[in-house]
Nanobody, 121 residues
Framework: QLQVVESGGGLVQPGGSLRLSCVVS????????MSWFRQAPGKEREKISC????????FYADAVKGRFTISRHDAHNTLNLQMDSLKPEDAAVYYCAADRYFFCSPNPSHWGQGTQVNVSA
């Protein structure tokens, strides 16, 4: 069973940067399309970025386009999300998710536990 573990969350000031990481085990990252979701209190879960198995296709939600960058490092079984120019509205729990068959699935089959990102002065 694939396990997914996120890290890298924390508190950052508006305009700052964070890099989230996601490590998979019990399987090989290259076999999975990967995504990042987030959920803020009182809001629905939001898909913010995806990357295909090959890494050649990516998706960004409008809210993060131009500020966030997704990347995968299959040799290290690691997915990253570089978040720049952070805004208070980016504060949420961020989830890494994996799906063996579908790029940018709305409900991937494997999920991490999430990492909290807070953006505040």
């Amino acid at each position: 069973q694939l396990q997914v573990v996120e890290s890298g969350g924390g508190l950052v000031q508006p305009g700052g940067s964070l890099r989230l990481s996601c490590v998979v085990s019990g399987g090989t990252l290259e076999d999975y399309a990967m995504s990042w979701f987030r959920q803020a209190p009182g809001k629905e879960r939001e898909k913010i970025s995806c990357i295909s198995r090959s890494g050649t296709s990516t998706f960004y939600a409008d809210a993060v386009k131009g500020r966030f960058t997704i990347s995968r490092h299959d040799a290290h079984n690691t997915l990253n999300l570089q978040m720049d120019s952070l805004k208070p509205e980016d504060a949420a729990v961020y989830y890494c998710a994996a799906d063996r068959y579908f790029f940018c699935s709305p409900n991937p089959s494997h999920w991490g536990q999430g990492t909290q990102v807070n953006v505040s002065a």
